[in-house]
């Protein structure tokens, strides 16, 4: 099964999904301790969410492609998810579905195949290492308080770094939804040759 099957290329003037994200990351972001109390409330708050979905839009770049996706997560626990990927030009769409660490992959006109180890079927089928496991946490605006990471003068997530199978993954937070609890709306993920940008356009918690 070839991924070129699952991937929606788009012109380069149309891969920004019309918003200005940049590709590199921000330099005159000012950052706040840690340890300040607004942002330790709203880490509270957020690790009460277990469950939510949100939608929105997803581009891809690295030096071999580029393409543009809408996408679904769908978020129950850290043993059951599921990411729908469907292209803007047309009615072709990809659901990861796992179950209890078993991906199972669907299209638009049924399930696909299913296997054990999830990050490398998706690595293989749609080309791109993204990390599903931390996505959950990521989406959110929720970091690994084991690892490094920094708030802004927003008193909100502002950046992080944090390795994934050799690989380093930095995560910059340029906006938030102004909802009761504020969430992310645009994120910028970067690793080795690869970058998402990701904007969120609701969520239901």
């Not at 299913?114 to 931390?134: F, T």
Request: glycine share 4%.
């Amino acid at each position: 099964m070839k991924k070129q099957h699952f991937l929606f290329p788009v012109v380069a003037s149309l891969f920004l999904f019309a918003c200005t994200l940049d590709s590199e990351r921000p330099t005159d972001v000012k950052y706040i301790s840690n340890t300040d109390p607004s942002w330790q409330q709203h880490l509270s708050q957020l690790k009460k969410i277990h469950a939510y979905t949100n939608q929105g839009q997803l581009g891809y770049i690295s030096q071999q492609e580029r393409f543009s996706t809408r996408f679904a997560w769908q978020y129950h626990n850290p043993t059951h998810y599921r990411l729908t990927l469907s292209s803007t030009l047309s009615r072709t769409s990809l659901s990861i579905e796992v179950r209890n660490n078993i991906m199972q992959l669907s299209d638009d006109k049924g399930p696909l195949r299913s296997a054990q180890e999830a990050k490398r079927l998706l690595r293989e089928i749609v080309g791109m290492d993204l990390p599903l496991d931390q996505l959950a946490l990521w989406l959110k605006g929720q970091p690994d308080e084991n690892n490094a990471y920094q708030v802004g003068e927003n008193h909100l997530l502002a950046h992080f770094s944090y390795p994934v199978n050799n690989s380093l993954w930095t995560a910059d937070y340029l906006s938030y939804h102004p909802y009761p609890l504020p969430l992310p709306k645009d994120i910028l993920l970067k690793t080795a040759g690869q970058t998402l940008k990701i904007r969120i356009d609701n969520w239901t918690y």
